[in-house]
């Protein structure tokens, strides 16, 4: 596949998970600065990694989470809490996933892991979405 091809499978990944709202705010945000790096995230995350057929994008998107709570990346944790909800990941099978992130990866980063899905949970619950 060119680059062109998987930019542009990438760019509806990114869009079917994330959402189109947060993915026209990025664009709308890329600088001299990160343009290279959106690219890249964009063709090998989203038109490689996300587009391939051996797993469906509710299990992606739970080992994201436990991936990203684990090594305590809070803002992309964020982000992809919410983005769990797009694709139909239930609440409850989010919170199973951190609670298994609490026995391999430890209590200290399921602890904030948990925290910023309360917080997350809430704004999406006030907002309707």
């Given at each position: 596949m060119d680059d062109q091809t998987r930019h542009t499978r990438g760019t509806a990944n990114r869009r079917g998970v994330l959402g189109?709202?947060?993915v026209d705010r990025s664009i709308a945000r890329v600088s001299d600065v990160d343009r290279d790096f959106q690219d890249l995230i964009t063709r090998y995350a989203w038109g490689d990694i996300w587009d391939r057929p051996g797993l469906?994008?509710?299990t992606r998107s739970?080992?994201?989470i436990v991936m990203l709570a684990?090594?305590?990346h809070e803002d992309e944790l964020r982000?992809?809490?919410r983005a769990s909800a797009n694709i139909g990941v239930p609440r409850e099978e989010v919170i199973e996933a951190l609670l298994q992130s609490a026995i391999y990866a430890g209590v200290p980063a399921a602890n904030s892991a948990f925290k910023a899905a309360k917080e997350v949970f809430a704004e999406m619950d006030a907002s309707g979405s």
């Open positions: 189109d709202a947060h469906d994008r509710r739970l080992l994201t684990s090594l305590g982000m992809h809490l």
